[in-house]
């Protein structure tokens, strides 16, 4: 079948850097996605990898092995407004979106 | 501002009850979604159309169906809604191109009674 895992809820400090994993299992693969969402509005696009390695945008950047089905979001200097919701979602061969249920990221001062 | 427009932004509805979700969107996009959000659970595909005039059944399809007579609009309906149909409906578009995003609608949050 085909699966989404990342973890449920995230907690880092102001200014810090924190990473969210991501690991998919789809019926082939054409792409991944990572997706911002904050309380009561609609996910946003942040990223999307289908080649292995790291793309940097901003403080934001996103990481991709095909190989071992892993991405990871890598946030840096964290500010306060990055409290949301992070979604990881891979499309598979038939280019339909597979999502995980998101990752709380909560941001202390 | 180009984007989508989603209608109602909310809605208390009673079970058996008949209701449609609207969404338009003025981006010319080809591909359109329907999906359903619940806590702890993810983005779930309810229904799609690739292109104006056809449509296709997603991850959870039972209880809605959905028409696409032109490229703008496509909206959702709840034949005889369901207290297990409450949930926030999102609506979203997709460009050409495999790297293309979803662009998303601000949402409907349905509840049923």
């Known amino acids: 079948g085909q699966n989404i895992d990342q973890p449920t809820e995230m907690t880092a400090t102001e200014g810090a850097i924190v990473q969210i994993n991501c690991t998919y299992q789809?019926?082939?693969?054409?792409?991944l996605f990572w997706y911002q969402q904050h309380a009561g509005e609609a996910p946003t696009f942040l990223s999307y990898n289908v080649l292995d390695g790291l793309e940097e945008k901003g403080r934001f950047s996103s990481f991709l092995s095909r190989s071992k089905g892993y991405s990871y979001l890598l946030l840096k200097e964290l500010q306060m407004k990055d409290s949301a919701s992070y979604l990881c979602a891979a499309m598979d061969s038939n280019y339909q979106l597979i999502w995980g249920a998101g990752t709380k990221l909560i941001i202390k001062p | 501002i180009a984007g989508i427009t989603q209608a109602p932004t909310s809605q208390i509805l009673a079970a058996g009850r008949r209701m449609t979700l609207r969404c338009t969107q003025d981006m010319r996009h080809n591909a359109m979604y329907w999906y359903r959000q619940d806590l702890g659970l993810g983005l779930r595909l309810i229904h799609y159309s690739n292109t104006a005039g056809t449509t296709g059944k997603g991850e959870v399809p039972d209880g809605y169906s959905v028409s696409r007579a032109n490229t703008d609009d496509f909206p959702l309906t709840l034949a005889s809604a369901v207290p297990s149909q409450t949930s926030v409906y999102f609506c979203?578009?997709?460009?050409?191109?495999?790297?293309?995003?979803?662009?998303f609608g601000n949402g409907t949050r349905l509840t049923v009674t």
């Open positions: 789809t019926s082939g693969f054409n792409g």
């Open positions: 979203a578009s997709r460009g050409q191109g495999d790297n293309s995003p979803l662009h």
